[in-house]
C-alpha cells in the first residue's frame, strides 16, 4: 500500500460505494486527493451473473479496462444508437458522457474492471431511478401503456449499482463485430517495444472514438526506468496493477514528494509537474496510465538537456563546463530508459 500524501491513495482500501455477494463499487476522487482535477477512479468487481446496472454519467466521459474475466456492455447513445459487445482482460471501452450502459458479467469467474472517468467528481443516474422520478400516469404516456401498468414496480430514485441476473445471459450475435466503442489495447503493437519496458496507447491516433481521454499500459522490468518528465497541458492518473515502484514529484513551491507504490495503489499528478516512475525489486511493473486528453504531450529530461548548449546547462547548473558530463544528444525522448544504475 502506498504511504500517505496528497498524490497517492489506495483503489484497494478506497471510498466503498456498494460491497455485497454481487460484487464491489470502490472509488478515490478528489474527495479523496484533493489534487484530482479532470479524473477520477472507481475499481468495479462483478461476482458471476452480476450486473452493473444501466446508468450514465452526467458530467464525465469513462475510460474502462478489463483485468480479468468477460463482460457484455451495452451501450445507448444520442440519436438512438446503440451497440452490444464483449470485453474481456486486455481489452478496454469507452462510453461518452451522458450515453446510458450496463456492464454485465458474462464469465464463469469474478470480473474486475478499472474504471476512469474525466471528471474529479463523476455525477451518476441510474435508469432505475430515472423510472422511479416520473409518475404512473407519465409513465404509461411515455411507453402507451394504462398507468396501472406500473403500479406493482418499486419506486425510488437511489441507485442500485449491482444487481443480480435471473437465468442465462442473453449474449446476441452483433457482439463479435469491432465496434467503435470497444478496444483490445494489449492486442495491439507496442509504439515503445524495448527489452526492459513497453507501453501499448489507447490515444486518439488509434482510437478516434476518445476525445478527452486516454491511456497507456505501462510495462517496465527491474532493467528501465521511466525517465523523468512532464505533460504540457495534460494530467496523469496512473493505477498499479502489478509490482513495486518508487515515484518522486516536483511540486511549484520546490518540495518533493517521494511515494512507493504497490498493487492496488492510484497516483495523480497534476498538468506539467515533473515526475519519474522506477521499479523496486525484481518483478515487472504494470501501470495503468490515464491522461485527461486524448492524445497525452510529453517532455522528458532527456531532450530538454539537448535542447541547450553546455555553457548554458553549465550555467543553470551552477559547476564549470569542464565537470559537465557528457550528455547524449537526444533529439526524441525515449520515454523508457535502461537502468545501469542501482
Known amino acids: 500500500m502506498a504511504d500517505a500524501g496528497r498524490h497517492v491513495a489506495s483503489l484497494s482500501a478506497g471510498e466503498v460505494v456498494f460491497e455485497g455477494d454481487l460484487g464491489s463499487v470502490r472509488r478515490v476522487s478528489a474527495r479523496r486527493l484533493p489534487v484530482m482535477e479532470r479524473l477520477s477512479i472507481k475499481r468495479l468487481v462483478l461476482a458471476p451473473n452480476a450486473i452493473r446496472e444501466p446508468h450514465w454519467h452526467a458530467n464525465a466521459s469513462e475510460l474502462t479496462y478489463c483485468l480479468s474475466g468477460k463482460v457484455l456492455v451495452s451501450v445507448l447513445d444520442d440519436g438512438s444508437a446503440s451497440a452490444s459487445f464483449t470485453v474481456a482482460a486486455g481489452e478496454m471501452f469507452h462510453v461518452a458522457s451522458g450515453s446510458l450502459h450496463h456492464i454485465e458479467n458474462v464469465g464463469g469467474v469474478e470480473a474486475e474492471l478499472i474504471v476512469a472517468f474525466r471528471n474529479e467528481e463523476p455525477e451518476d443516474f441510474s435508469f432505475h431511478a430515472a423510472l422511479g422520478a416520473m409518475s404512473d400516469a407519465v409513465l404509461g404516456n411515455t411507453f402507451d401503456l394504462p398507468s396501472s401498468a406500473f403500479a406493482a414496480i418499486p419506486r425510488d430514485t437511489e ?184
Request: charge should be negative; aromatic fraction near 10%.
Open 159 to 342: 441507485p442500485a449499482y449491482l444487481l443480480a441476473r435471473e437465468g442465462e445471459p442473453e449474449v446476441g450475435d452483433r457482439v463479435g463485430f469491432g465496434d467503435p466503442h470497444h478496444f483490445a489495447i494489449e492486442a495491439e503493437s507496442p509504439p515503445v517495444d524495448l527489452s526492459y519496458g513497453s507501453a501499448r496507447v489507447a490515444r486518439q491516433q488509434f482510437w478516434p472514438a476518445l476525445e478527452d481521454i486516454s491511456m497507456y499500459s505501462l510495462r517496465i522490468s527491474d532493467e528501465g526506468m521511466r525517465e523523468p518528465h512532464w505533460h504540457p497541458q495534460t494530467a496523469e492518473m496512473g493505477y498499479v496493477h502489478e509490482g513495486r515502484a518508487r515515484m518522486t514529484i516536483l511540486d511549484p513551491d520546490g518540495s518533493t514528494d517521494t511515494y512507493e507504490l504497490g498493487p492496488g495503489d492510484v497516483y495523480f499528478v497534476p498538468r506539467a509537474y515533473p515526475h519519474q516512475i522506477e521499479v523496486l525489486g525484481e518483478e515487472q511493473i504494470h501501470f495503468l496510465v490515464f491522461f485527461d486528453q486524448p492524445t497525452p504531450g510529453d517532455i522528458g529530461y532527456r531532450a530538454s538537456a539537448s535542447v541547450y548548449s553546455r555553457e548554458v546547462l553549465s550555467a543553470t547548473l551552477g559547476i564549470p563546463v569542464e565537470k559537465l558530463p557528457s550528455l547524449p544528444f537526444t533529439p526524441e525522448d525515449p520515454l523508457i530508459v535502461p537502468r545501469t544504475n542501482p
